[in-house]
């Protein structure tokens, strides 16, 4: 009997996926950078960068709710995503003019596109594998895909660090969008294998109409966000964060309504999948401090010298400069730093970085006047995915072994197994907390590398796992719906990354932020755990391992 292929649709998300991430990811990775570049940026603290980054990101993944739902009764598939890559390119090209009120306009265009992009090219794929031949595959399929948005990820960030380094950072935006319109184009040459299975679900009896969504849901969600921003004083942290968790509640509501209007054979998958997305929120809230503390730690507390055969490839790249070493840079600020302190000697403001040699120890400072090669910061970002690139297919070839002996692992207890592995990279940062002295000391970024090492293999575990189990348990009805619905829980994880991460100064003893972190993923980790049961058993209802 011939072994069964994959669809050759695959292929074609697989490279619109790909280039999308390319233009995500190389943005993401110089974002707070850029925030806070004091000569061509905006001059904004830790703080700040953080709370903006992690609103962003939030509202990224916030709006697939809408864009899974308009695709599902109204517009279908292809066009969204045609739609949302086309508003994400323009965003990311206008990244790049040096104006808030174009910032925020760019920004608003990568979080409306997204929002129809990201939900519907992700339940097309499940679509396509929907068949009786391709459904068995449907797992690795999505390990492949995912792999794809990997292959992106890793080298945006080479792109992205060699042209704001030769041109400056309007350019390293520029590639961004230019990357998402090579995946649109890709998207539209493919059409063909998938426009059967674009197939509108419309309104179904029992559903909310879209009226009443606007009415019940959407407004209240704008007018709640517009109090918490209102509202005197920063009751989680800022005004952003406020005004975030506020717009939140009228859409967690309408998920709880979706659970308790259920018909009675879809109620059990759908509270499935709620507990899903309730657990998964905190291992987000980790993850996405690549983009914040991570990247702080690769551009502060980290060893980026690069020296012999590698100074030279990196020079002739333009993946790395060059820093003069001064005397003054060492132990206190120059005439470009500017301090605002509280009365207990908080740092309340500060215009511009501690300067690469502030924690470099005396022994490997060079000679005053004399220079070094550091590569760029947002090369750390290239780390993850390329974990990704490698892991992929060992993970596969595991639970393929596995299979094979009828020990695979449900898609729940991987979700549960990625957790309690993401929770072990957390403890790795702690150690390298402590080889550097608190920070007192740049570290190897093997600590970094040996981190997301860790993790990847979590997230593996967890992430594709988890937009497969939307697929399965998901009512046909509601597939692009709950699609969002796990983009809703990414989106809150997103923001509580940003709220975690701008409190990165708070913390003297860096160690306790790294351990802060591990308790809240171990704390996922007991929830998933002790919910095993009775989501294997559902899944196991519905005929699904």
């Given amino acids: 009997m011939a072994k069964t292929k994959h669809p050759v649709a695959l292929r074609y998300l697989f490279l619109s996926e790909m280039w999308e991430r390319f233009g995500y990811y190389l943005m993401i990775g110089i974002f707070t950078l850029y925030l806070k570049d004091v000569k061509a940026g905006f001059a904004m603290t830790e703080a700040e960068s953080a709370d903006l980054y992690g609103t962003f990101i939030a509202l990224v993944f916030l709006t697939p709710f809408l864009g899974g739902l308009l695709a599902d009764r109204y517009f279908g598939y292809r066009k969204s995503i045609v739609f949302g890559g086309v508003l994400m390119g323009l965003g990311y090209c206008m990244m790049g003019i040096h104006n808030l009120a174009a910032l925020y306009t760019a920004m608003t265009l990568v979080i ?64 961004a969008g230019i990357g998402m319109f090579i995946g649109v184009i890709i998207f539209l040459a493919g059409n063909k294998h998938y426009k059967d299975f674009d197939i509108k679900k419309g309104v179904q009896e029992g559903d909310m109409p879209f009226s009443r969504i606007v009415l019940l849901i959407l407004i209240p969600s704008v007018v709640a966000g517009v109090v918490g921003w209102l509202l005197p004083g920063d009751i989680f942290g800022s005004d952003s964060t406020d005004a975030f968790i506020f717009a939140c509640i009228p859409v967690v509501y309408f998920y709880a309504q979706l659970y308790s209007k259920a018909k009675a054979d879809e109620k059990r998958p759908i509270g499935a999948l709620l507990a899903i997305f309730a657990v998964v929120i905190l291992f987000w809230a980790v993850f996405k401090q690549n983009g914040s503390a991570l990247n702080t730690w690769g551009d502060r507390y980290t060893g980026r010298e690069v020296k012999g055969g590698t100074e030279k490839v990196f020079n002739s790249l333009s993946l790395s400069k060059t820093i003069v070493f001064k005397k003054d840079s060492v132990g206190k600020y120059d005439d470009n730093f500017r301090l605002q302190k509280d009365a207990e000697g908080h740092v309340l403001k500060e215009w511009n970085y501690p300067l690469y040699f502030r924690n470099v120890h005396p022994a490997e400072r060079p000679g005053e006047g004399q220079s070094i090669s550091v590569w760029s910061p947002n090369l750390s970002q290239s780390i993850n995915p390329g974990w990704v690139i490698i892991l992929t297919p060992l993970v596969v070839a595991f639970f393929s072994f596995l299979k094979s002996r009828q020990k695979e692992p449900s898609t729940a207890s991987k979700i549960a197994w990625g957790l309690l592995i993401s929770s072990l990279s957390v403890l790795v940062m702690y150690a390298a907390v402590m080889a550097g002295n608190n920070g007192t000391e740049k570290v190897s970024v093997w600590w970094l590398i040996a981190s997301y090492g860790v993790i990847t293999i979590g997230e593996l575990f967890l992430s594709p796992m988890g937009l497969s189990l939307v697929s399965k348990l998901s009512p046909p009805r509601l597939t692009a719906l709950l699609m969002g619905g796990w983009f809703l829980a990414t989106s809150i994880g997103n923001k509580l990354s940003g709220v975690l991460a701008s409190m990165w100064d708070r913390y003297e003893d860096k160690g306790n932020f790294f351990l802060l972190n591990f308790a809240l993923l171990m704390s996922a980790t007991a929830i998933a755990f002790a919910m095993l049961r009775w989501l294997n058993r559902i899944m196991k209802e519905k005929g699904l391992n």
Avoid: R
């Avoid at 396509?128 to 690795?140: A, I, N, R």
């Fill in 112 to 175: 409306l596109g997204n929002g129809f992009f990201k939900p519907n090219i992700s339940t097309l794929l499940g679509n396509v594998y929907s068949t009786e031949e391709h459904k068995p595959l449907k797992d690795v399929g999505y390990n492949i895909f995912y792999m794809g948005i990997n292959v992106g990820a890793f080298i945006c960030n080479f792109f992205g660090a060699a042209l704001q380094i030769m041109l400056g950072w309007e350019w390293a935006f520029l590639a």
